[in-house]
């Protein structure tokens, strides 16, 4: 999103938005970041809505690139995976900060949002089910589709609870803590070859 004055609108957009809440930004303040007139952003947008759902429709579009069937199954690929989700989220962070305001305001933010958690689910599923076909975890058919929730919860939702317990850190520290909670909540299904490999992958996201 970079080059014309729309895309220029839509990041600044999205990084006031990340950093105040859609709430808390006016058009006004996104017209002073990009440098331009209120009148010129009401030209490409004439409402904030108009902003949301331009970035809603990158979002969705970018999502699409992360919840794909694996070619492959091992932890290596589910690491790069993990790492493309916690860059998605991110991203566009104020989604997930403001689901239910946003929801409230823009109902097509709830609809979009509820499809991705429930592809997000089926892609965590998925990767279980191949992880535990090579013989990298041990999980019961039964159990998988709850863990598969599970990890889908942590990844949307952790950063949340941290905010509600009074523990939230920066967007960055924010990934890191996820990161290393969703490999740390597949460790007792990992078989005991791969224990080592798991807690090495999720070393690498100490803050």
Partial sequence: MKGNTRNRILVASLLLFNEHGEPGTTTNEIADEVDISPGNLHYHFPKKQQIVEALLDEFRADARRILVTPDSASLDD?????????ELTAAYRFLFRDLETLSESYPS?????????????????????????????????????????????????????????????????EALQVASSILTAMRPFAVRQSVALLDELASRYEA
Avoid: Q
Avoid at 78 to 86: D, G, K, P, S, T
Avoid at 125 to 148: H, K, M, N, Q
Avoid at 149 to 172: C, K, M
């Fill in 78 to 86: 589910y690491w790069v995976f993990l790492h493309f989700l916690l």
């Fill in 109 to 173: 933010v709830g609809r979009v949002l509820g499809h991705f958690s429930k592809g997000l689910a089926a892609t965590f599923e998925i990767y279980l089910r191949r992880l535990s076909a090579s013989g990298v975890l041990e999980l019961e058919d039964r159990e998988t589709p709850l863990v598969a929730r599970n990890l889908a919860v942590i990844a949307l939702f952790s950063p949340r609870f941290e905010r509600l317990t009074g523990t939230s850190a920066s967007a960055d520290d």
